[in-house]
């Protein structure tokens, strides 16, 4: 689009197959009307669709989406909350069917609602990525459990050696929990300290808030790896990566642009100003 490659200072976006700056949206339990409105205007910054907790049971038309989905080329998982419904049920086989039955080729394996030893959770993962991609998730749903940082890097090592491709960093779709405070405040702390340890690029950070997407982007850069993005915040979330929303306007730009404008504060608030 000419419009925006005219603009300069814009950081440079990985574009479709992504290996960074991966997005995956949560469907729960969108109509096929909203589904295609979804893809009418965001179908380029969509890579995943993950179908939240146990919904995918009980939307209607949901083959139908699946195959608008898949038609897109977007790859869809189901929610790890799911995965975990068959495992405590000791139906992993049925869940195997599950994903075979829908050609679904990626698969998220979590322990935040049922709680398991990281030797299991382990072998799990072994045995789905010899069918499927798996995405592990890692970090407790509860806002009153927490992992310390040890726990937090020791598993997510762990998986990656079991056969995960990316380790999710849990927040909730409330982005309470995990990686986040129950304020919603991103645990900066913990995440500088997974990262001494973890490369960014097999990290995928749940942030369904625009303060918590801004952290990231301002923080590990616009081609962040992000989850559970609503279907609504798709458009606007790209231009928070871009630079062009106010939470990151600064970011990319340089200290001092050609016209003369260079950063000051207003009321605590970095903008800029233009010398005459």
Known sequence: ????SSL???P????????TGINIVIDTGLSIN?????????????????FGFGTAFFTGGFEKKLALYRASGIQVFFGG??????AVRNQFND???????????YAEVSDGSLRMTSEKKCRYIERLSTHVQVFSEVGSKSDTSSLTVTEW????KSELEAGASRVIAEARESGTAGVCK????????????ILKQVANDRLIWEAPTKKQQAWMVNTLGANVNLGNIQPDDVISLEALRCGLRGDTFLTFLPEATPNGYFPREISGMSCYSFEI
């Open 34 to 50: 909203q589904a295609e409105n979804l893809l009418s205007a965001a179908e380029s910054y969509v890579d995943f669709i993950k």
């Open 81 to 86: 909350t799911i995965f975990e419904a068959y």
């Open 182 to 193: 129950p304020n919603g405040d991103v645990r900066a702390d913990l995440i500088f300290e």
């Open 95 to 105: 869940y195997l069917r599950l994903l075979d039955m829908n050609q679904i080729t």
């Open 12 to 19: 440079a976006r990985s574009s479709k197959p992504r290996a």
């Open 1 to 4: 689009m000419f419009m925006l």
């Open 8 to 10: 300069k200072y814009l």
């Open 153 to 156: 890097v020791d598993a997510i």
